[in-house]
């Protein structure tokens, strides 16, 4: 009798084992197909945005509502096995009904949210960076020139002198680092104005920090004002190695109190980004203009780049006080120490132009 009943109770765990097996084995693989792709080889695409502060069951409704995974339940208890639960990043992506669940996961946890990426090059305006975001859709021209005045309040390099502040013609000018940026954006393409201005302006003070600070101060200079002189020798060096070489020159202009004479100031204050002067654009009344007042300007013209403000830091040791254009075309100048010598490089210049490009204003500087 009790052997019997022991075969019957054998008889009875074995059985239980066998349906645990098999219905382990059925919710495995129930598991495994609800993390497969809800389209396998679907090349569709779909933007979603995952909310800051939202919990792994709120995560997967959200993607389940969307069409993107099978089984929320299923891709929360990958999350949970997979130590991502609560870690799960927000902001907006770009997934597919053809990723499969261990995909869509990789994706949320890694951050990988949608970015656009600009290049905002060397010697560009506040004027110009705008125009270009703005076509580029990144921003809105207004939106991000609220998010300008509001990091410009804060801005510790600008002038303190209430009058000189007063007289920039844009407060952040100079700042706006010349790089290449990628940046988060919503599901329409657009990037939040202040993070674009502020990815900017800490992209400055990686390159001015504080021993750029201190190396202006040992100068007698402000950082706005080696930036100020940064933003003219970029517009005005052609070829890299000359970029010291230009540094040194207005240096030495202002240690003699002589005005800079830099056309691309006048341009700045006429509101061009480029083209030739005549002589009344020279006598234009404008604190930007370095050919009728002595000393730097306001503020700088545009955005230097690195080389440029390490060419201010770190000018040439030369005794040249003056330079134009070289008539060859390679874009080099010719360097001179004395006004005769320069009015003799003038002539030249101007005698190659006149023969390449007849003016047709005689009232145009030669000079450049």
Sequence with gaps: MRRTIWRVLGAVLAAALVLAAGAAGWLYHRYVNALEPPLPGSPVTTVVRVPRGASTAEIASLLHRQGLIRDPLAFRILVRLQGYDGRLRAGVYRLSPGMPAA?????????????????????????????????????????????????????????????????????????????????????????????????????FRQ?????????????????????????????????????????GVYLNRLERNMTLDADPTVLYALGRASGRLTYADLRVDSPYNTYRYPGLPPGPIGAPGEAAIRAVLHPANVDYLYFVLR??????????????????????????????????????????
């Design 103 to 203: 995909a869509v996961l990789d994706k949320l946890a890694r951050g990988d949210i949608l970015t656009a990426r600009f290049t905002i090059p060397e010697g560009w305006t506040v004027a110009q960076v705008v125009e270009h975001l703005a076509a580029e859709g990144l921003v809105t021209r207004e939106g991000f020139r609220a998010a300008l005045d509001r990091a410009a309040a804060d801005w510790p390099y600008l002038p303190r002198d209430a009058g000189t502040r007063n007289a920039l013609k844009e407060p952040l000018e100079g700042y706006l680092f010349p790089d290449t940026y990628r940046v988060p954006v919503d599901e329409h393409g657009r990037a939040d104005p202040a993070l674009v201005v502020r990815l900017m302006l800490d992209r």
């Design 327 to 368: 008539p060859d075309g390679s874009g080099r100048h010719q360097f001179a120490r004395t006004l005769a010598e320069h009015n003799r490089n003038v002539r030249a210049y101007r005698q190659s132009l006149q023969e390449r490009d007849p003016p047709a204003d005689q009232d145009r500087n030669p000079d450049r």
């Design 207 to 247: 390159v001015v920090g504080p021993e750029e600070e201190a190396r202006a101060r040992q100068m007698g200079f402000s950082v706005h004002q080696v930036i100020t002189l940064a933003s003219i020798v970029e517009r005005e060096a052609r070829v890299a190695e000359e970029r010291p070489v230009i540094a």
